[in-house]
């Protein structure tokens, strides 16, 4: 398989690194101290980001995005992800790829909005009751003349403190099992719409993840986004791309950074008389990291590569989730332990990153969930070489 980037793929990477660099990360410690992103720099943030093209890059260009590839996507999202999520948001957009199913008018009410920048959404699947089980949700939408009334709740919803609208799974045919979930496309000012709590996370400082109430909010016909009852598969169908973008690659990208600050690190610290980088215990951390920092990249690359040739990798980036997320968990273990205690302190950024880095193995299913996924897909082809076709 050659996976060598074209020129073209190396000056998009640079670029980005670059935009990274000099505009995302000197922001990270201003939301560390007062616990959010203030406004006027989100605001400023997005328009550098629209003004330099890399605003939706993901989505393509017939709606007004950047129009990239699958694996284009991951090399820009791997730049993005040594940033902290809040500014990845506000860079790159929450643009879900399941927006591209709107019909017309749906296109231009939300998805072209969003394209812009104009109006921002986040996606809200999760309840109390239904996390892993997302066929569990209890929130309900009935028929009411043309349209419907939606009630129930939702929980952990990135980013809905900032969001104007919400893509919201609720059941439309309570026999229909996963068949019987459908999408609504939910804006935030209607009424009986509440965003309650902001839950307080043990990372991610900055990003809001919300409570929301629905009390039987009016939605028109409109609102439904895609056929009655294909919630599931649209989640399922189109999920597993934004899963490889926004957590594979995202890892891969934070792990590099903490690569390089180990390395640096290393170099520059001495004790008995010589740099720390020079102890073997050390160099085995470093050559680790780079070892498995590698092999999630290829996971991420292969996975991406079919997508771009019209298959459905959906174990291979169940594969890329597990390795890639326990990757970066173990990197950001090693770099807190190269940095000794000043690892353990919140005056370098190797803390907080050790604590964002938590999440991976969780959001968008957990580590236990795609091993599920992993495991059933072999019992079903029965291959030893796993993913070669
Ligand atoms: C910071 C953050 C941001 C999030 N953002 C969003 C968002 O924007 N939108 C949204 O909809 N959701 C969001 N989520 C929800 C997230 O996707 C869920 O937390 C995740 O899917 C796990 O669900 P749960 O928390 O209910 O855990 P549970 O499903 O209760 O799982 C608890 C434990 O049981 C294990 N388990 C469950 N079922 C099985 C099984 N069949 N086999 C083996 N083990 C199993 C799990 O792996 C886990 O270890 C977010 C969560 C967090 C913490």
Not at 114 to 122: F, I, L
Not at 124 to 133: H, K, L, Q, R
Not at 247 to 276: H, P, W
């Amino acid at each position: 398989m050659d996976l060598n980037l074209t020129s073209e793929q190396v000056m998009l990477v640079d670029t980005v690194r670059k935009f990274v660099e000099r505009e995302l990360l000197p922001l990270e410690e201003g939301i560390e101290e007062k616990g959010y992103l203030e406004p006027e720099l989100a605001r400023a943030l997005f328009e550098k980001s629209r003004d330099n093209g890399m605003y939706a890059m993901n989505i393509p260009e017939e709606f007004g995005g950047g129009g990239l590839s699958a694996l284009d996507t991951m090399l820009v999202e791997e730049q993005f992800g040594h940033a902290k999520d809040i500014l990845i948001r506000r860079a790159f957009g929450n643009v879900y790829e399941v927006l591209l199913g709107a019909n017309a008018v749906q296109r231009d009410r939300w998805l072209l909005p969003t394209v812009q920048g104009e109006r921002t959404c986040s996606i809200a699947i999760t309840e109390p009751g239904a996390g892993s089980d997302a066929a569990a949700i209890r929130s309900r939408a009935t028929r009411r003349g043309d349209g419907w009334v939606l009630s129930g709740s939702k929980h952990f919803i990135s980013d809905g403190e900032f969001s104007d609208f919400f893509i919201v799974s609720a059941v439309t045919d309570p026999d229909a099992g996963s068949r019987g979930i459908s999408l609504f496309l939910v804006d935030k000012d209607l009424p009986g719409l509440v965003v309650g709590r902001n839950q307080k996370m043990m990372g991610l400082t900055g990003t809001s993840h919300v409570e929301l109430h629905f009390d039987e909010v009016p939605l028109d016909a409109d609102c439904l986004l895609g056929a009655e009852g294909s919630g599931f598969g649209q989640v399922l169908k189109t999920l597993g791309r934004v899963r490889l973008a926004q957590v594979c690659a995202r890892a891969v990208g934070k792990a590099t950074r903490l690569l390089n600050m180990m390395v640096s690190y290393a170099n520059d610290r001495e004790q008995f008389g010589q740099a720390i980088g020079g102890f073997q215990m050390i160099q085995q951390m470093l050559a680790d990291s780079a070892i498995e920092i590698n092999a999630a990249r290829w996971l991420v690359w292969d996975a991406a590569r079919d997508i771009d040739n019209g298959k459905d990798p959906r174990e291979k980036i169940s594969m890329a989730k597990v390795y890639a997320s326990e990757m970066l968990g173990r990197v950001a273990d090693r770099a807190v332990q190269v940095h000794g205690g000043m690892g353990y302190c919140a005056d370098l950024p190797v803390e907080r990153l050790y604590r964002d880095a938590r999440i991976f193995r969780i959001f968008d299913g957990t580590s236990e969930i795609h091993r599920s996924v992993i495991a059933r897909s072999l019992g079903r082809h029965g291959e030893v070489l796993y993913g070669t076709a």
